[in-house]
């Protein structure tokens, strides 16, 4: 399984699946809080948000649901065109306002039209049941009872074994864990590990799980 090409942003945009294939892997401190926000991307272009819209109702029609009521509630934008490991994720903000819903950009050429449409779906999920619910029962009976969820799921295995053909020349380790994650683009120099800034410091940034950053060349390991 492949895809037909690589897509790319138009714009750009400031913005503020199991478990580990559709959730960011790693998170960035804010120079001003402190706090761990994750990195945002660019607005999808025109052909890219009509093809959301086409999902986005044919999910709520599916599911028979009366909100969300359109997609334009929500911010779409793209991942980093070389994440090899998040495939959607959606913020919602702790105070209230707009959520922004993540998609990877290679998703919208992926041959099967269905891996994007779960992706979608995964994510409105999240909002529908809330953010304290994350991946727990309520949300994966929520998930699990969409039709097209198995067929999604294989998805999303086919294109996660294709996203990770192509190695990253950054390496990044965390030192508390051990996970390592690839980069083609050098990442920020504060970026920590997700996994364990949630599980031991109630998902804030930390110093504590701040990836080593290296490189496949020797004089790349501390630029």
């Known amino acids: 399984m492949a895809v037909r090409d690589r897509r790319r942003p138009e714009e750009h945009r400031v913005s503020d699946s199991d478990s580990n294939v559709d959730e960011q892997e790693y998170c960035i401190q804010d120079t001003e809080t402190g706090e ?4 945002g991307n660019q607005r999808l272009n025109y052909d890219d948000m009509n093809v959301v819209h ?43 306002g707009r959520s922004v819903i993540h998609l990877h950009p290679s998703a919208f050429s992926w041959e099967n039209p ?6 979608i779906h995964h994510e409105l999920v999240h909002w529908v049941v809330g953010p304290t619910h994350a991946h727990d029962e309520v949300f994966e009976m929520m998930e699990k009872g969409w039709e097209g969820f198995e067929d999604y799921k294989e998805q999303t295995k086919l294109f996660s074994a294709w996203l990770h053909q192509e190695n990253g020349k950054w390496v990044l380790t965390c030192p508390n864990c051990g996970k390592t994650v690839r980069r083609n683009r050098k990442p920020a120099s504060q970026s920590a590990c997700r996994e364990c800034c949630i599980e031991f410091n109630n998902g804030l940034w930390s110093d504590n799980y701040t990836f080593h950053i290296g490189g496949d060349d020797s004089d790349r390991l501390h630029d």
């Open 114 to 119: 269905h891996l994007l449409k779960g992706l």
């Open 54 to 96: 086409l999902h986005f109702y044919s999910i709520c029609n599916e599911r028979g649901w009366k909100t969300p009521v359109n997609p334009t509630e929500f911010d779409w934008v793209y991942l980093d065109v070389d994440n090899h490991i998040v495939q959607a994720r959606i913020e919602t903000p702790a105070r209230g």
């Open 36 to 39: 761990g926000n994750m990195r």
